[in-house]
């Protein structure tokens, strides 16, 4: 790899926006993991109401995240060069497509909006997160992108 810096290119003041949000969705998708399996174990509906809702922002904040994450994976060809960047990006895509149907699933009334399909939907999402935050955290300290 090349001496050249591979600075983000969405930032504020020299700070990275991507790692920035990149906690909010994971926060809510395994949030979402633990409350769908709250649910399947006690039946109480304030458990998939709360998987509901952290799916919601989990979209909302993992849309952010990926918008920032584009600009950066886009605005510079070194970046996307890496071979880390390619599952980084694509495993990502997934999360959010996944979790996209995750909470379709969720909008569905009683026993159904959870199990079966909920809980596996939630539960593939966050091992994907493992992945993909494997290959993020590469790209940073590895190879040292966004890091001045």
Not at 1 to 25: C, E, F, G
Not at 26 to 54: H, K, P, Q
Not at 91 to 116: C, E, K, Q
Request: charge should be neutral; hydrophobic fraction near 60%.
């Amino acid at each position: 790899m090349t001496n050249q810096a591979l600075h983000s290119t969405a930032r504020i003041a020299k700070h990275p926006i991507h790692p920035m949000l990149v906690p909010y969705p994971i926060a809510c998708f395994v949030g979402t993991l633990l409350t769908d399996l709250a649910y399947w174990r006690t039946a109480e509906m304030m458990w998939a109401n709360f998987s509901a809702w952290l799916l919601t922002a989990g979209l909302l904040m993992g849309l952010l995240a990926a918008i920032a994450g584009l600009i950066d994976f886009l605005g510079d060809r070194l970046i996307r060069a890496l071979w880390p960047a390619w599952p980084h990006v694509l495993g990502n895509v997934l999360v959010l497509i996944l979790s996209f149907f995750n909470a379709l699933v969720h909008s569905r009334d009683a026993w159904t909006s959870v199990v079966p399909t909920g809980l596996i939907l939630s539960a593939v999402v966050v091992a994907i997160i493992l992945f993909t935050g494997w290959m993020g955290w590469a790209l940073v300290y590895r190879y040292h992108v966004g890091v001045d």
